[in-house]
């Protein structure tokens, strides 16, 4: 596999200039992917710094650098904490993540992510596991696909949804991607029929992969892992994750809540560089029509001690 056809790496030189990298840092790529950002991170680092890049697909293995500052880590960003510690890893400069789908993800029709064509309705990021995006669209209760779909997808009348997927699994199993595609069919808006399917297969997903936890847990245990003055750099794709890195760079938790001191003052782990989160520019956007939704939204750790 070519590395440059599996991921475009978004937004690069906004996301190198927001780490800060210093030459002798320890940094950390949570989502690897094809490497882009991974490469572009070993390009700033002098021979004393180190980066260790997590990603939990077995395809990702073949893109990872011969370098030996690098260190590939094969593990879901969930426990990232406890990969590094394992390591010796106790402290970070910097962390990154690019929460985006993986273009290879998307072209790669036998892994069931898009809903252009016919292949396995799989979805797994991580091929070693066990449950499909079927065995969801089979087994859930009608009640169960809405909630996923009105939460996930943030799709409206979700239980008309349920009930073809319901009305069509009770005749035949929903097994592949066109099978699902098919038993939407009835209730799929004939003018926005891309938007609503996009939006059905990325709640699946989010629900198969377990997304938002992990992203909840990676955030919470970045805390503890950065250094003082260290920066969080998060690249979020849709408004459910970039909620929760606002409010996480906010306030220290997923939840948006202010904590106060003794005196009443709000306090806050971060400094919060982007006010407003990073777009890319038009001229990206022309070129790689992917990162059109990407926001990034970086802060940078507070000595609390001070």
């Not at 490497?35 to 990702?60: K, M, V």
Request: hydrophobic residues 40%; neutral net charge; proline residues 4%.
């Amino acid at each position: 596999m070519a590395i440059e056809t599996y991921h475009i790496p978004v937004m690069l030189d906004e996301c190198i200039e927001a780490l800060d990298i210093k030459a002798d840092g320890i940094y950390v790529d949570l989502t690897m992917g094809g490497g882009g950002h991974t490469r572009e991170i070993l390009n700033h680092l002098g021979t004393e710094g180190h980066l260790y890049s997590l990603d939990q697909d077995p395809d990702a293995v073949a893109n990872s650098p011969k370098d030996d500052r690098h260190t590939f880590v094969a593990s879901n960003f969930r426990f990232v904490r406890g990969a590094l510690r394992h390591r010796g890893v106790e402290g970070v400069d910097g962390i990154l993540a690019d929460l985006g789908v993986s273009s290879h993800h998307f072209d790669a029709k036998h892994r069931g992510f898009s809903f252009r064509g016919e292949a396995p309705l799989d979805m797994r990021m991580n091929t070693r596991a066990g449950r499909t995006a079927a065995d969801i669209v089979n087994t859930y209760t009608n009640d169960a696909l809405s909630r996923i779909f009105a939460e996930y997808g943030e799709l409206e009348t979700t239980w008309k949804i349920a009930n073809c997927i319901e009305r069509a699994r009770n005749i035949s199993p929903i097994v592949t991607t066109a099978d699902l595609v098919e038993a939407v069919k009835p209730c799929t808006p004939p003018k926005d029929e891309a938007k609503f399917l996009t939006k059905l297969f990325q709640a699946l997903r989010i629900e198969l992969n377990g997304e938002m936890e992990a992203l909840k847990m990676a955030l919470e245990q970045s805390l503890k892992l950065l250094k003082p003055g260290g920066r969080l750099v998060i690249m979020s794709y849709h408004s459910l994750e970039d909620r929760l890195v606002k409010n996480f760079m906010r306030s220290g938790n997923t939840e948006g809540r202010i904590e106060k001191d003794f005196f009443g003052r709000a306090t806050t782990p971060f400094k919060v560089i982007t006010r407003k989160a990073i777009v890319p520019t038009e001229e990206e956007v022309a070129r790689n029509p992917r990162s059109r939704s990407a926001k990034l939204r970086v802060a940078q750790k507070l000595n609390t001690e001070e």
